[in-house]
C-alpha cells in the first residue's frame, strides 16, 4: 500500500514580494542609522558589535553607549514581536499575526521619523541621538521576529548571512552533481527558490544604497519610504494570513 505525504509548504510568491521588500526596508534603515545616527547599525547586529568592540578599544564612549542602546533595542524588539506573534491557543508564535508585528514596526518607525524631525532644529542633541538608535533598533527586532516566522525558507531580512551561506551550500551541491540534495535544500524541504536567495543579497545592498543617498539629502523624513514599505508589506500578511492557519 502506497502511502500519500502531504505536500511541503510553499512560501506564495505574495510572500516572497513581500520579504524582498522587506529586506530592502533593513538595508536602506542600516543605512540611514549609520550614517545619520552616529556610526551605529540597528538591523545588523553582527555589524553593530564589532563597532561596538571598535569603539571600546578607541575608547568612543558615545558610539559605545550607541552600540549597546542598538543591542537593547534590538533584542526588545525581538521579544515584543514574539509577544505580538503569540498564539495561546497554539501556545507558539503564530505566523497569521505577523500583520499586528508589522503593524507595530511601522509605529516605531513612524514615531522615530516624528521625533527626529522635531529634533532636527536642535542638531539631534546626543540623548534624542540615543531615543533614535533604540527606536530604530526595536523596529528592525520586531520585523526580524515577523520574517522569521513567516518566512518557510528562514529568510530574516535584516541580515543576509545565513542566506548567503545556504545559496553557497547548494550552489556547492549542484557544481559537485549532488543535484538531488540541491533540490531537496531549495525546493522541497520549503526552503525559497535559489533564484529568490540571489536576489536577496543585491536587494539589501540597494537598499542599503538608497539609505545612505536618502538621510544625507532628507535627514528624518528619509524614513517616508520603510515606513510606505512595512505598511504595504503589513497589508500583504493580512491577505495572506490564512496561508499560515
Known sequence: MTTMTAPEPREP????????????????????SYVGLGHVFTANMTGNTVLL?????GMHST???????????????????????YSRRLRTPDPS?????????????MLLMLLWTTYLANESPRVAQGVFIALSAIAMGMQTEAARCMSIGGVATTFVT????????GWIARVFGHARTARTRFELSGRPSWRFLIAVWPIYVTGGAAGAFAVVRWTG???????????????IAY???????
Open 13 to 32: 510568491a505574495t510572500i516572497n514580494l513581500m520579504l524582498a521588500g522587506l529586506t530592502f526596508s533593513a538595508g536602506y534603515l542600516d543605512a540611514v
Open 97 to 109: 499575526h505577523a500583520w499586528r508585528t508589522l503593524l507595530c514596526e511601522m509605529a516605531f518607525i
Open 239 to 245: 491577505i495572506e494570513r490564512r496561508a499560515w492557519s
Open 53 to 57: 568592540g571598535i569603539a571600546i578599544a
Open 63 to 85: 558610539r559605545v553607549i550607541g552600540s549597546l542602546l542598538a543591542l537593547a533595542g534590538y533584542c526588545s524588539g525581538v521579544a515584543l514581536g514574539t509577544l505580538v506573534l
Open 162 to 169: 545565513g542566506t548567503l551561506s545556504d545559496l553557497s551550500a
Open 221 to 235: 523624513r528619509s524614513l517616508v519610504a520603510p515606513i510606505a514599505i512595512v505598511g504595504i508589506a503589513s497589508a
